[in-house]
């Protein structure tokens, strides 16, 4: 899935994105964003589900729900 957001402004470390009819916004962290970027800029975003990932965060929780039961 691909979307643009737009950068609305700067807030410190955040950028305040815009994204959609309704404007709705993102803060995102400023480190993130290429190098170079100023308010109106339009970025694309594209993004897709990390299977991987999301099986290890559940082992993970899995892990440490078991751990904290076995304690009680």
């Known amino acids: 899935m691909k979307i643009e957001v737009t950068i609305d402004r700067f807030e410190g470390t955040k950028a305040v994105l ?3 009819e309704d404007g709705t916004s993102i803060n995102w962290p400023r480190e993130l964003l290429p190098e ?8 694309s975003i594209n993004l897709k589900k ?3 990932a ?3 965060a559940l082992k993970q929780t899995e892990n440490l729900l078991r751990e904290l039961l076995q304690q009680a």
Do not use: A, F, I, R
Request: no cysteine.
């Open 18 to 20: 815009l994204y959609g």
């Open 36 to 43: 170079g970027m100023q308010e109106g800029d339009v970025l």
């Open 54 to 56: 999301t099986q290890k």
């Open 50 to 52: 990390d299977g991987k």
